[in-house]
């Protein structure tokens, strides 16, 4: 790292909403100028600075200093002081006014502005109500900029910091000097390290009750973002944070009982938990249950009979040329009855069939709804039903400016039937949100497998409804012939018994690449992906063949992956643009996925417009904009939509994802390499859940000896949540 100073002669590009600039800098003692690229929100012309960065030579742009981090003084010379004022940040004054107003005050010009503003009225054409407005806004970016100084000396990023002024303004300073540890409590991306951080250097003691109070609601946030745990026992969370924050237990303990004091956790007896919660975890555990209870309440009888049913049923038989078996009868008829009703089953048992029919029955009842937690298991229950799907948010109407969803108690869903798909990747928060928008005598049909990996969100809903036993739930087992002659089924169904699964050499769709270690493994996943599996099956590499991994570091994690992947289907060439982003490359070609919901991204395909990208969705670079550092991408479904600088972080390489980033997925061909792992993410219902995501193929690279550690561990890590004790007691079904 390197230290740079000179005097910005322009601002060439700035992102206003991340603070990403690219600035014209001419450093001292130089004839040229070189362009200086960063976060550097509040950087103006004609300052002087200090930049810490370092020198990278860009492909079409030549060299550049990369800056992390500036430090500018305002301009002393006359020219400097007009650039300055010129520069548009200044609200009121142009290049024409700022030319008079130097003309005037030369270079004192700033010290003026600063300390005597009235006498702006001395300029000739500036009256009181203008000067007042020119020297509110100089006030305003002196107060910016000097906020920005003070956080990047604590070592916040000036792209973070610009977060924190957003939130504070000018009592910025004030706030962190008295606690700063309200940073990790109310800014997003700010986490309790880096509050910690600046607390020391602020002089704040390591058993200040602030730090205390705050490493306990952060032990409680990790314990929920990190394994979905929507609660931790009292004595659990006591030797978490004690841990994190190297704190004796009595002062801890000490700072968890005034939290609770004063309602900023709440704790409650669970079992034998002595279970704290945060409190909008507790809000919406507790609303979830009383709100699946009102509603089952709501829901009057079905205005047809037992015999309309059956004869619905017949004509449905008839007309499609299938005979449902005797749970899918009982899945049919208790969506019919039932106010709320749940479907469980794993691959092959006819989920598909039964929702197809219960969409037919229950279009009688008047307005049908089709929703998923993702844009791709939409998009899958949208081809298997012919009916349109939408994922949850989009049903809800998301807003991305207000953060909430626009359909709730106050605007509800105009819908008589809401049915919902892979239910097992529905957090509490977003259930919470779909019953609240549920009006009165809505039916619900939940349908999903229980066996898959939970939602990567807090709460374990789908588990936890079924076990209140207080919902009708309907359990399909029943393989059926054509998907019994499918290795693929025939295994998933193998590994959630925990037996091992058949593995065969050849002529079958699931099959074992024996490896013995890591790097032969990886070798073998990119030969596979590469050739062998588009000459064998005529597979599209980039399309049809996806690469899942148990872990994201590793040899055969990942991220590794990715990166070997990438540089065997579409490697780096001198007519092959790319654009670096963090620790990503980005070239035109590259498999992609977008990993969160993006409502207001503007997209065309085929003439058509709209919005909204959706976490999951997988789509190919087919443009790059170096100059721009912006992307065009194209989904599977044609969607064409461009991403900035500021939009690049919802992007990843997807030539292999996480198995729990393919849920609600489905590919032809699923390649899986084991080799070894930590226990806790080795696990049967990870192998299940990677299984059940092919629809063609499934190849396992590694050894089988880790293949059946993996069937033999079972252990499901406990999530820690009590929605179903709250359904049991709301319903009146425990004692």
């Known amino acids: 790292m390197s230290k740079f100073e000179g005097t910005v002669e322009g601002i060439v590009y700035r992102n206003a909403d991340n603070g990403w600039t690219v600035a014209s800098l001419r450093l001292d003692g130089s004839k040229s100028p070189i362009a200086a690229v960063g976060v550097m929100p509040f950087l103006s012309e004609g300052e002087h600075g200090t930049f810490d960065g370092e020198i990278v030579e860009h492909k079409d742009y030549g060299r550049q200093i990369k800056v992390v981090g500036y430090e500018a003084t305002r301009p002393q010379t006359k020219s400097g002081v007009e650039r300055f004022l010129a520069s548009g940040l200044i609200k009121g004054v142009r290049k024409a006014m700022a030319k008079q107003i130097v003309a005037y005050f030369g270079a004192r010009t700033l010290d003026v502005l600063e300390s005597e503003p009235e006498r702006l009225t001395e300029v000739p054409g500036i009256g009181r109500k203008k000067a007042a407005m020119i020297a509110q806004s100089f006030a305003e970016h002196n107060g910016m900029r000097g906020t920005l100084m003070f956080l990047q000396e604590y070592g916040l990023t000036p792209a973070l910091s610009l977060k924190v002024y957003r939130a504070y303004g000018d009592t910025t300073e004030r706030v962190l000097r008295s606690n700063p540890y309200r940073l990790a409590d109310e800014i997003a991306g700010v986490g309790f390290r880096t509050a910690d951080d600046i607390a020391m250097r602020l002089g704040f003691g390591r058993e200040s009750e602030f730090r205390l109070r705050s490493g306990i609601k952060y032990a409680l946030t990790e314990a929920a973002n ?4 929507m609660y931790l026992p009292a004595g659990v969370l006591v030797d978490q944070a004690c841990r994190m924050l190297d704190a004796e237990a009595a002062l801890v303990e000490r700072e968890l009982r005034a939290l609770l004091i004063e309602d900023q956790l709440i704790a409650e007896k669970v079992g034998d938990d002595d279970a704290v919660y945060l409190p909008r975890y507790h809000r919406a555990e507790r609303d979830t249950a009383r709100l699946l209870v009102k509603q089952l309440r709501s829901i009057k009888p079905p205005r047809f009979s037992d015999g309309e049913l059956e004869r619905l049923v017949a004509d449905y038989e008839a007309g499609e040329g299938v005979a449902l078996c005797a749970q899918q009868r009982e899945a049919v008829l208790a969506a019919a009855k039932e106010g709320i009703c749940i479907i469980t089953g794993g691959p092959g048992t006819g989920k598909t069939t039964s929702i197809n029919l219960i969409i037919r029955v229950m279009r009688r009842l008047g307005a049908v709804e089709l929703c998923a937690p993702t844009g791709r298991a939409a998009r899958r229950m949208s081809e298997a039903t012919g009916c349109p799907a939408q994922t949850i948010h989009r049903l809800l109407e998301y807003s991305g400016e207000g953060q909430g969803f626009m359909k709730n108690a106050d605007d509800p869903l105009d819908a008589d039937v809401v049915i919902v798909d892979e239910m097992s990747m529905v957090d509490i928060f977003l259930m919470k949100s779909l019953l609240s928008a549920l009006r009165p005598g809505t039916r619900l049909i939940l349908v999903g497998d229980a066996d898959q990996l939970p939602s990567v969100g807090a709460g374990n809903v789908l588990r936890d409804l079924i076990a209140a036993d207080a919902l009708r739930v309907v359990r399909l087992t029943e393989i059926f012939r054509q998907a019994g002659q499918s290795q693929i089924v025939l295994n998933a169904h193998l590994v959630n018994r925990g037996e091992y699964p058949v593995i065969r050499v050849r ?16 070798a073998s996943t ?3 992906v590469r050739t062998r599996l588009p000459n064998y099956m005529g597979f599209d590499a980039l399309r049809d063949i996806q690469v899942m991994a148990p872990m994201k570091r590793g040899e055969v994690g990942v991220f590794h992956l990715n990166e070997l992947l990438q540089a065997a289907l579409n490697p780096p060439g001198r007519d092959v643009p790319e654009l670096q982003h963090g620790q990503t490359v980005f070239r035109r070609g590259d498999k992609v996925m977008q990993v969160r919901n ?35 991408v194209e989904f599977d479904d044609g969607r064409v939509a461009e991403y900035d600088e500021g939009l690049l972080d919802d992007l990843e390489l997807a030539y292999c ?7 609600g997925s489905e590919f032809d061909a699923v390649v899986l390499p084991l080799v070894s792992g930590p226990p806790m993410l080795m696990t049967r219902n990870l192998l299940y859940t990677a299984i059940t995501r092919a629809k063609r193929l499934v190849v396992l690279v590694g050894r089988e000896g880790c293949v059946r550690q993996m069937v033999d561990n079972n252990h499901i890590t406990r999530r820690y949540s009590a929605l179903d004790r709250r359904l049991a007691d709301a319903a009146g079904r425990r004692a």
């Open 598 to 632: 993006n409502y207001d991204l503007a997209w065309e395909r085929g003439g058509e417009e709209g919005d909204g990208v959706f976490n999951g969705d997988i789509g190919y670079v087919i443009a790059v904009d170096r100059k721009e550092r912006a992307l065009v």
């Open 226 to 229: 990190g394994a979905g745990h």
């Open 526 to 528: 990119v030969a596979l």
């Open 657 to 663: 994802m996480s198995v729990h980033k393919s849920q």
């Open 507 to 522: 002529d079958t769709d699931f099959f074992l690449e024996r490896k013995d270690t890591p790097v032969q493994a990886a």
